[in-house]
């Protein structure tokens, strides 16, 4: 909120749209050219020519991993993918009637109140809570996926790297090169992406000298919503309620109409598309080319065009990525939690850049309640 000149009326940032509040050095975006860099890498590149593990690396330490850097990441991670017997025992308590998001939400609160040392927030140990959450959720994701269908949890595979080590443990095998590579880049596009709503939440979390585990858990609520990371989930019951490719105009025509949102358009910051949807609408065309499914690729083309035609507004990554998750195999409600997976490099890389200049995260609001006035009696 600023003082406007003309009077004491204070100008309104409703959603802090276009406010700027602070530096980062982790991701930039330029909407002007479609650009999204991480650590001054394009994003695409990083899709392209990176792992998963490699780009977390990135965005933790500010450069890419030499060989030897990569081995003990690695190594670590490896090491910490178990889940402990009463984080076990917690998971199957929780019922299978919520949401995967409250069960991943729940996990990494439980893991903080496991950690001796939640409270320490030198960078040391905040590169050890994020590699340990790293680790971990995908474990945490794939069990809850399978005790959904009914089926045993599969343990961690400590031959396997990152993305086939997690399609494993949900599938009971490791995919063709294709799905891994496809999901892999779907790692790395959905890893960071400045000032978000769930990032911001992560920060100011942080900025009050809370621990990250709590910031971490704030933003797995913040990225639950539709609006946010829930769009994947959203985009994909959609295209099931289309249905067919030639009822996408209709279906489309009537929400509009009605003043609906269309998940999977539109950004805050993008206003001319999103750079990290070709690189994912590649990987959806992939997959569907391996799994011989053209069915979502076909609503997916009729829905882009008719979205523009009628509206200009253009797809963001969920739309690509929720029906590529589909076809994938996984079930809708675990997008988010996927995406969880992913972002948790981008939180964790902020809470520790919050740490290191911090200042508490506090505006002010215009009041536009009832004027003061006396208590009197009261029942
Ligand atoms: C990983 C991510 O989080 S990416 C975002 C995922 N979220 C979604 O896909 C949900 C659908 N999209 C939206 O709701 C919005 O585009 C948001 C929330 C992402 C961004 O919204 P904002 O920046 O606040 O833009 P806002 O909602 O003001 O939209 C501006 C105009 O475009 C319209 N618009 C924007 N997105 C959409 C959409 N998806 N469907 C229909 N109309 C839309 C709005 O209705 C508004 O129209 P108006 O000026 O006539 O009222
Ligand atoms: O930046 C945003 O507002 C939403 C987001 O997290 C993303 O697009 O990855």
Same mark, same amino acid.
């Given at each position: 909120?600023?003082?406007?000149?003309?009077?004491?009326?204070?100008?309104?940032?409703? =959603?802090? @749209?276009?406010?700027?509040?602070?530096?980062?050095?982790?991701?930039?975006?330029?909407?002007?050219?479609?650009?999204?860099?991480?650590? &001054?890498?394009?994003?695409?590149?990083?899709?392209?020519?990176c792992?998963?593990?490699?780009? /977390?690396?990135?965005?933790w330490? =500010?450069?890419?991993?030499?060989? +030897?850097?990569?081995?003990? !990441?690695?190594?670590?991670?490896? @090491?910490?993918?178990?889940?402990?017997?009463?984080?076990?025992?917690?998971?199957?308590?929780? $019922?299978e009637?919520?949401?995967?998001?409250?069960?991943?939400?729940?996990?990494?609160?439980?893991? &903080?109140?496991?950690?001796?040392? #939640?409270?320490?927030?030198?960078?040391?140990?905040?590169? #050890?809570?994020?590699?340990?959450?790293?680790?971990?959720?995908?474990?945490?994701?794939?069990?809850?996926?399978?005790?959904?269908?009914?089926?045993?949890?599969?343990a961690?595979?400590?031959?396997? &790297?990152?993305?086939?080590?997690?399609?494993?443990?949900?599938?009971?095998?490791? $995919?063709?090169?294709?799905?891994?590579? +496809?999901?892999?880049k779907?790692?790395? !596009?959905?890893? #960071?992406?400045?000032?978000?709503?769930?990032?911001?939440? @992560?920060?100011?979390?942080?900025?009050?000298?809370?621990?990250?585990?709590?910031?971490?858990?704030? +933003?797995?609520?913040?990225?639950?919503?539709?609006?946010?990371?829930?769009?994947?989930?959203?985009?994909?019951?959609?295209?099931?309620?289309?249905?067919?490719?030639?009822r996408?105009?209709?279906?489309?025509?009537?929400?509009?109409?009605?003043?609906?949102?269309?998940?999977?358009?539109?950004?805050?910051?993008?206003?001319? =598309?999103?750079?990290?949807?070709?690189?994912?609408?590649?990987? !959806?065309?992939d997959?569907?080319?391996?799994?011989?499914?053209?069915?979502?690729?076909?609503?997916?083309?009729?829905?882009?065009?008719?979205?523009?035609?009628?509206?200009?507004?253009?797809?963001?990554?969920?739309?690509?990525?929720?029906?590529?998750?589909? !076809?994938? =195999?996984?079930?809708i409600?675990?997008?988010?939690?996927?995406?969880?997976?992913?972002?948790?490099? &981008?939180?964790?890389?902020?809470?520790?850049?919050?740490? /290191?200049?911090?200042?508490?995260?506090?505006?002010?609001?215009?009041?536009?309640? $009832? $004027?003061?006035?006396?208590?009197?009696?009261?029942?």
């Amino acid at each position: 909120m600023t003082m406007s000149e003309a009077s004491d009326a204070p100008t309104i940032h409703k =959603g802090l @749209a276009g406010v700027v509040v602070d530096t980062t050095a982790i991701s930039k975006v330029v909407p002007e050219t479609n650009s999204l860099t991480y650590r &001054g890498y394009a994003v695409q590149d990083l899709a392209e020519r990176c792992s998963f593990e490699q780009v /977390a690396h990135l965005l933790w330490h =500010g450069e890419l991993p030499t060989v +030897a850097e990569l081995a003990v !990441l690695a190594q670590r991670e490896r @090491a910490s993918r178990r889940i402990d017997r009463s984080t076990q025992a917690l998971l199957q308590r929780i $019922p299978e009637t919520c949401h995967p998001m409250d069960v991943v939400r729940t996990a990494i609160s439980y893991l &903080g109140a496991e950690d001796p040392d #939640e409270d320490v927030s030198s960078p040391a140990a905040n590169v #050890e809570k994020s590699l340990r959450m790293f680790a971990v959720l995908p474990t945490i994701v794939a069990a809850d996926m399978r005790r959904r269908r009914g089926l045993d949890p599969i343990a961690p595979h400590h031959g396997l &790297g990152y993305c086939e080590n997690f399609l494993n443990m949900c599938f009971g095998e490791v $995919p063709d090169p294709v799905i891994v590579r +496809a999901f892999e880049k779907s790692m790395v !596009l959905y890893a #960071e992406h400045s000032f978000n709503a769930s990032t911001f939440a @992560a920060r100011v979390v942080t900025s009050t000298q809370s621990d990250t585990y709590s910031a971490v858990t704030a +933003a797995i609520g913040a990225l639950k919503g539709s609006l946010h990371g829930g769009a994947n989930e959203a985009v994909m019951y959609d295209m099931i309620e289309i249905d067919r490719p030639e009822r996408a105009r209709t279906w489309l025509n009537a929400k509009l109409d009605a003043k609906d949102k269309v998940m999977g358009f539109g950004h805050r910051v993008y206003k001319n =598309g999103d750079s990290r949807v070709p690189t994912m609408k590649q990987a !959806l065309l992939d997959v569907s080319e391996l799994t011989g499914y053209s069915r979502w690729c076909e609503i997916y083309i009729e829905l882009e065009a008719a979205m523009a035609e009628r509206t200009g507004i253009k797809p963001n990554l969920d739309f690509p990525t929720g029906p590529t998750y589909h !076809l994938m =195999g996984f079930d809708i409600a675990s997008f988010t939690p996927i995406f969880v997976m992913s972002r948790i490099t &981008g939180w964790t890389a902020h809470i520790m850049e919050q740490v /290191a200049a911090n200042a508490l995260i506090r505006p002010l609001s215009q009041y536009s309640g $009832p $004027p003061q006035r006396a208590v009197g009696q009261v029942c």
